[in-house]
């Protein structure tokens, strides 16, 4: 791929990486046990205009388009998924909406200070009885005299959730609409009131990433905080996610790189039968297809971020990414703890977390079962627009 990116963004990868082999590396095993993510690589990370990029150079970001936010996101993935996690939440799904529908006034009081990490970011779309069936929010937002609006309800699983000052929330405010007409998305601010943290979740991997249960209890919202238009915000989520697909996608594509180099190394210096494991048919094969699935990943992820980079939807390819990179991610994990026998399972070697961190991401930012729902309709959606055409 390197064949295709343009000379800035082959010195953005440089830039990343030796960010991440200097900064993050030795803080990711920390991060997982402790279960927090240090505040001060965060900041380092705005320094480094990473937490800019996908905000336009006007609004205070580095405007590195989709594929350079995919780099950035692809390095991470590589060393620290607790924190390519935090990162993703914070400017993709938490900064996407208001790049995509924000107002001019909205974007220039919060853009400049998600870039520079003056405020954290989530997005709160999922609720208890509302996970894969996003529709079936129950948060309500009601209008007061003065036309602003009043917030109640909760939501779980939120990535970023006791950190965030600044929340992307989805509630519904005309329940007769239902979900393509009757829901709206909202810019709430913790320094509003009535934002009330839940416990934060324990987590079998990503535990550094800061998972909770959040409240919006009579949240009074101004009416400027609308973000796109009144009883769209299901199509703004839909957008969102359509890209945070893709940035996942990335962060898939650098742990299963990394779960590949560090197979090699060890194949290559653990010695069984008086000769390295990797000489051994067996392992062989194992390296093979693990290399042959991230070479697939990696066509996928930078060619969907081509065209969205061109302003082309890619609902389509942005589920096909999210479900071909999350599974095989896992599958190369997997395969990884195996060639390294019982080192893979201990909790002294980075594969160890690596395989906890990456069973999530076949579950959040839709399942994928609902990506081949995605797929199936999108396929068919093309399929008739060509039988029409004959």
């Known amino acids: 791929m390197e064949l295709f990116f343009s000379e800035e963004q082959k010195m953005l990868r440089q830039m990343a990486r030796e960010f991440v082999d200097r900064e993050v590396r030795p803080l990711a095993d920390k991060h997982d046990k402790e279960e927090k993510i240090e505040r001060g690589i965060i900041a380092k990370m705005a320094e480094q205009g990473f937490l800019g990029g996908t905000i336009p150079e006007e609004y205070g970001g580095s405007n590195l388009g989709k594929t350079g936010f995919c780099i950035i996101g692809e ?18 799904i938490g900064t996407y909406g208001i790049v995509l529908d924000g107002t001019e006034e909205q974007k220039q009081k919060y853009l400049p200070k998600i870039a520079s990490a003056e405020m954290i970011a989530a997005f709160a779309l999922t609720e208890p009885g509302a996970g894969s069936d996003a529709a079936a929010i129950k ?20 990535t970023n959730g006791g950190m965030a000052d600044l929340f992307t929330v989805f509630a519904v405010t005309d329940p007769a609409l239902g979900a393509r007409g009757g ?36 949240v009074r919202v101004p009416k400027e905080n609308v973000l796109g238009q009144v009883g769209l915000g299901f199509v703004t989520a839909m ?3 359509d890209i945070g697909r893709l940035s996942l996608g990335a962060s898939c594509l650098g742990a299963a790189k990394e779960a590949l180099d560090l197979s090699i190394k060890h194949a290559t210096t653990r010695i069984q039968f008086s000769k390295p494991i990797a000489e051994q048919q067996a392992i062989q094969f194992y390296l093979a297809e693990m290399a042959t699935r991230i070479f697939a990943m990696e066509q996928m992820v930078y060619y969907t971020s081509m065209l969205a980079d ?26 990884a703890v195996q060639i390294h026998g019982g080192m893979g399972y201990s909790a002294e070697y980075p594969i160890e977390r690596m395989f906890r961190d990456a069973r999530i991401c076949e579950i959040f930012e839709g399942t994928n079962e609902i ?4 797929i199936a309709r999108e396929v068919l959606k093309d399929y008739a627009k060509e039988f029409a055409r004959v």
Not at 76 to 91: E, F, P
Not at 311 to 333: A, D, H, P, Q, Y
């Open 183 to 218: 829901v709206t998305a909202f810019l709430v601010e913790r320094a509003f009131g009535g934002v009330e943290n839940g416990p934060k979740l324990a987590k079998m991997g990503i535990k550094g990433s800061d998972t909770r249960e959040i409240f919006f209890r009579n």
């Open 239 to 241: 957008k969102i996610l």
């Open 139 to 158: 948060t309500r937002a009601e209008r007061d005299a003065n036309g602003d609006w009043i917030l109640n309800g909760n939501k779980i699983w939120i």
């Open 75 to 92: 390095e991470i993935g590589r060393v620290d998924s607790s924190l390519g996690t935090t990162m993703g939440a914070h400017s993709g």
């Open 371 to 374: 990506q081949k729902l995605v």
């Open 310 to 335: 061109q302003g082309k939807k890619v609902t389509l390819e942005g589920s096909m990414v999210k479900l071909f990179c999350t599974e095989n991610s896992t599958w190369i994990i997997n395969k």
